[in-house]
């Protein structure tokens, strides 16, 4: 038997031939974060190169976005005003159900997600109707206010919908609500594995959702466990999700790996705000090539099995591959 000692150097058209993973404009949701109001762009210092939008500027937004071939966005809504049901979330006139309207008008060719939670829109900041004894959330209240938002955004006219509050059976429910109305074939992408995570921090300064006491520990997941992490996300397969997600994306590249292996279904990851802050002030403090540190980090997510990145880098990505 013939045992060759050393391994044949490729040279580079032969890697490239035999590489296994690649990251394309393709794969890529851009989050988009509105409010109400005229011309209005907001840095937000824990997010650089993230805003707050009002909706005349994420339609121009959307125009920058296509031109580097960028086609999916993700919305999420800052109210006006917040109440402990998150009434706004439920209006034909809120703030996300406009947004979503206005952007489909301007830019029919944008695949529009909507995230549907409520922690924006409660002046409490928990994702969902909230026993104020037990300062829990209600889980089957919530549910069927959930419906109701889902139904504001499909008539909005909204592509996608993304639920994000990790409240049990919320697949089945919207897929109740969505079906009996008439949007059968609106497509429903689960939070679906959702750790408690501190990397959250970040977007809880941009859509102003830091819950006013406790924290999401009792409806989102231990960090720690690895099979409720699989069975999260098979459940809502078997509940008719379309697309399945793993939240944050980092620290969790093994949940997607497995998940991936479990289920016919496609994958993304959501790679959060502090992900993309620490990447961020890094690259600004000189600390890395924050270009190649980023691409590596794209091409970890794919590589882990993601078929989806939903990620603020997405407009920094676009650019580099366009080079
Ligand atoms: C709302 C929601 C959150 C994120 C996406 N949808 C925040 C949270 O659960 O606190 C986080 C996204 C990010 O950190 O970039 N439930
Ligand atoms: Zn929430």
Redesign the pocket.
């Known amino acids: 038997m013939f045992q060759r000692f050393r391994r044949t150097r490729l040279n580079k058209n032969l890697r490239a031939l035999v590489r296994e993973t690649s990251v394309s404009v393709d794969d890529f949701i851009y989050?988009l974060f509105v409010r109400s109001g005229k011309n209005i762009k907001t840095e937000v210092s824990s997010m650089p190169g993230v805003f707050q939008m009002s909706i005349d500027v994420a339609i121009k937004e959307c125009q920058e976005l296509k031109s580097l071939g960028i086609f999916s966005i993700i919305l999420?809504g800052i109210p006006d005003v917040k109440d402990s049901v998150g009434s706004d979330a439920l209006c034909e006139h809120g703030i996300i159900a406009s947004a979503v309207r206005a952007i489909k008008e301007a830019h029919p060719d944008m695949f529009v997600v909507t995230?549907l939670?409520f922690?924006?829109y409660t002046d409490h900041g928990h994702?969902g109707i909230i026993d104020e004894v037990k300062e829990t959330v209600i889980n089957d209240a919530t549910l069927e206010l959930s419906g109701e938002q889902a139904l504001v955004h499909a008539k909005a006219g909204a592509d996608m919908i993304a639920p994000?509050?990790m409240m049990d059976g919320i697949i089945t429910t919207l897929r109740d609500a969505l079906d009996k109305n008439g949007y059968e074939n609106l497509p429903i992408m689960s939070?679906s594995t959702?750790f408690a995570s501190g990397?959250?921090g970040?977007?809880?300064d941009v859509?102003e959702?830091t819950p006013s006491f406790g924290d999401?520990s009792t409806y989102?997941m231990d960090p720690a466990n690895r099979r409720e992490a699989i069975n999260e996300s098979i459940a809502d397969e078997a509940q008719g999700a379309d697309i399945l997600m793993v939240?944050?994306a980092l620290a969790y590249l093994d949940i997607v790996r497995e998940i991936k292996d479990n289920t016919s279904l496609p994958m993304a990851v959501?790679n959060?705000?502090?992900e993309?802050a620490m990447l961020k002030h890094a690259g600004n403090a000189g600390l890395i090539d924050y270009d190649r540190v980023m691409m590596e980090t794209m091409i970890g997510f794919k590589r882990a099995g993601a078929d989806i990145i939903i990620s603020?880098h997405a407009k920094e990505v676009a650019k580099l591959l366009k080079k």
Do not use: M
């Open positions: 989050p999420f995230d939670c922690c924006e994702c994000s509050g939070y959702k990397y959250y970040p977007f809880r859509a959702s999401r989102q939240k944050p959501y959060v705000s502090g993309y603020y």
